[in-house]
């Protein structure tokens, strides 16, 4: 069974596994990456204006072929000295499309007055310009500031999110399943792209050799079963391919 999409709270759908454009590949022309991620199955793809790269997003788009319903497109909103309807119209230039399925606020503490940037996000969506808006990287004490001055809910909070800040997240993702906010999980492979050796090394091995999957897999299930949208990157097919597999696994059990 593949990737499901995941319902929002403004009740429309995501899809729950997402090619990230950021990371390492921030300011890179990353067409070649775009294209692969396509063909090897992902139909979210997710950008911002502080990655600056969304013209080869677009590029990739275009030569695609594909209609522009069979993609879901996310950006983010980056840039204080420059008003969220600017950021959001430019985004749109840049990867070449009339509406975003997403966009976010990317952080509160690039976006110091996230409060009046949300009221235009609010517009957008309104206009249809962006069918669902949400933010990223905000704590508990954001939300509830935003949210005392919001009419729209976010529909998502884009954070990092991996084994080992999961306990310290716990209070945040408490607090976003009592409001409805899906959870977008970046960073979960940190168990072995950025703290290898630790303590769940040993568990996530042995999950590993009992399912007959990677290690990498084992965290992106754990991921999957905890209802959060997996976004993720790699200019390697194969590694794609082993992510997209993830769909496939069962992981009642893991919840």
Same mark, same amino acid.
Do not use: C
């Given at each position: 069974?593949?990737?499901?999409? #995941?319902?929002?709270? *403004?009740?429309?759908? /995501?899809?729950?596994?997402?090619?990230?454009?950021?990371?390492?590949?921030?300011?890179? *022309?990353?067409?070649?990456? @775009?294209?692969?991620? @396509?063909?090897?199955?992902? !139909?979210?793809?997710?950008? %911002?204006?502080?990655?600056?790269?969304?013209?080869?997003?677009?590029?990739?788009?275009?030569? !695609?072929?594909?209609?522009?319903?069979?993609?879901?497109?996310?950006?983010?909103? !980056?840039?204080?000295?420059?008003?969220?309807?600017? %950021?959001?119209? &430019?985004?749109?230039?840049? #990867?070449?499309?009339?509406?975003?399925?997403?966009?976010? #606020?990317?952080?509160?503490? /690039?976006?110091?007055?996230?409060?009046?940037?949300?009221?235009?996000?609010?517009? #957008?969506?309104?206009?249809?310009?962006?069918?669902?808006?949400? $933010?990223?990287?905000?704590? @508990?004490?954001?939300?509830?500031?935003?949210?005392?001055?919001?009419?729209?809910?976010?529909?998502?909070?884009? @954070?990092?999110?991996?084994?080992?800040?999961?306990?310290?997240?716990?209070?945040?993702?408490?607090?976003?399943?009592?409001? *409805?906010?899906?959870?977008?999980?970046?960073?979960?492979?940190?168990?072995?792209?950025?703290?290898?050796?630790?303590?769940? &090394?040993?568990?996530?091995?042995?999950?590993?050799?009992?399912?007959?999957?990677?290690?990498?897999? $084992?965290?992106?299930?754990?991921?999957?079963?905890?209802?959060?949208?997996?976004?993720?990157?790699? !200019?390697?097919?194969?590694?794609?391919?082993?992510?997209?597999? $993830?769909? *496939?696994?069962?992981?009642?059990?893991?919840?």
């Amino acid at each position: 069974m593949p990737f499901l999409d #995941i319902q929002l709270n *403004d009740g429309r759908k /995501i899809p729950s596994i997402a090619f990230g454009s950021g990371s390492v590949n921030k300011g890179k *022309d990353i067409h070649a990456y @775009i294209e692969q991620a @396509i063909e090897a199955g992902f !139909s979210h793809l997710d950008t %911002a204006q502080y990655y600056q790269n969304e013209e080869s997003v677009g590029r990739a788009i275009r030569e !695609s072929g594909l209609e522009r319903s069979a993609l879901y497109i996310t950006s983010k909103y !980056s840039y204080g000295h420059e008003t969220p309807r600017k %950021a959001f119209e &430019d985004s749109l230039t840049k #990867i070449g499309v009339k509406y975003l399925d997403l966009y976010l #606020i990317h952080a509160p503490q /690039i976006v110091k007055d996230y409060v009046g940037a949300w009221v235009e996000l609010e517009k #957008i969506q309104e206009e249809g310009l962006a069918k669902s808006i949400g $933010v990223s990287n905000f704590g @508990i004490e954001e939300l509830q500031i935003l949210l005392k001055h919001a009419k729209v809910t976010p529909a998502v909070n884009q @954070i990092n999110f991996h084994p080992y800040n999961y306990t310290q997240l716990k209070p945040l993702l408490e607090y976003q399943a009592k409001h *409805d906010i899906v959870t977008e999980a970046y960073g979960s492979l940190a168990p072995i792209t950025r703290y290898p050796g630790g303590p769940v &090394d040993v568990p996530i091995k042995k999950a590993a050799e009992r399912l007959n999957i990677t290690p990498t897999q $084992v965290i992106f299930l754990w991921v999957k079963a905890k209802g959060a949208v997996i976004v993720t990157t790699s !200019s390697n097919k194969k590694h794609l391919e082993e992510y997209l597999a $993830v769909g *496939d696994l069962p992981y009642s059990h893991w919840k």
